[in-house]
């Protein structure tokens, strides 16, 4: 059982990365992308069911798209207009429910560094 988080780098403010979150040995249910920077704690992002249905926290709104491929096993964090305040250890994890649940996380994935900078 894997939850593989990857995609993250470095990235001029307004630019644009897409993150993927692989599971392998398990079907993801509902899944979330969280983040965390030095000194605070992990925040959660953005969220697909197993339906596909979406949120969103309000600081990404508009910025961040989230979908998921089934086929592939895998969903993928879209981020535009990205900012430095996005700056952000990224985890992905899915949960015990097929909708998004916060605080009923399964599995969680190992991270990706976001470093928005010029």
């Known amino acids: 059982v894997q939850l593989q988080a990857s995609g993250g780098g470095l990235v001029q403010p307004g630019g644009s990365l897409r993150l993927s979150c692989a599971a392998s040995?398990?079907?993801?249910?509902?899944t979330g992308w969280y983040r965390q920077v030095p000194g605070k704690t992990r925040e959660w992002v953005a969220g697909?069911?197993?339906?596909?249905?979406?949120a969103f926290a309000d600081p990404v709104k508009g910025r961040l798209t989230i979908s998921r491929d089934n086929a592939e096993n895998t969903v993928y964090l879209q981020m535009n207009s990205l900012k430095p305040e996005d700056t952000a250890v990224y985890y992905c994890?899915?949960?015990?429910?097929?909708?998004?649940?916060?605080?009923?996380?399964?599995?969680w994935g190992q991270g990706t560094q976001v470093t928005v900078s010029s």
């Open positions: 994890a899915t949960y015990n429910y097929p909708t998004v649940t916060p605080g009923a996380e399964k599995y």
């Open positions: 040995g398990f079907t993801l249910s509902a």
């Open positions: 697909i069911s197993t339906g596909g249905n979406k």
